[in-house]
């Protein structure tokens, strides 16, 4: 069931993934916060999801902002190394 404006990619690419967690930082501040990570598992029907979102922060927030800067390269593979292993759709939306 594919939802208006968005597309799951199948095989995403690292640009792919970029576009992605822009669109998952919905505040665009340019951070992904555990509240922004949530929604993405709540809305994916993921058990769990507050716990899901803290677990998937602590592993990917490498200086221990509390966030994930989708600036840098090292914590944005850490979290598509995490939604590849979690089988997370990579909602992209088409505009
Ligand atoms: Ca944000």
Redesign the pocket.
């Known amino acids: 069931m594919a939802m208006q404006g968005v597309f799951t990619v199948i095989n995403p690419t690292e640009a792919d993934f970029i576009k992605w967690l822009k669109s998952v930082?919905?505040?665009?501040?340019g951070?992904?916060?555990k509240e922004?990570l949530q929604e993405v598992l709540r809305m994916q029907k993921f058990w769990f999801p507050g716990w899901r979102a803290g677990r998937a922060l602590n592993r990917a927030d490498l200086n221990h902002n509390g966030l994930i800067d989708i600036g840098s390269k090292d914590e944005v593979a850490k979290i598509i190394e995490y939604a590849k292993a979690r089988g997370i759709r990579i909602n992209i939306p088409t505009s």
């Open positions: 930082d919905t505040n665009k501040d951070f992904i916060s922004e």
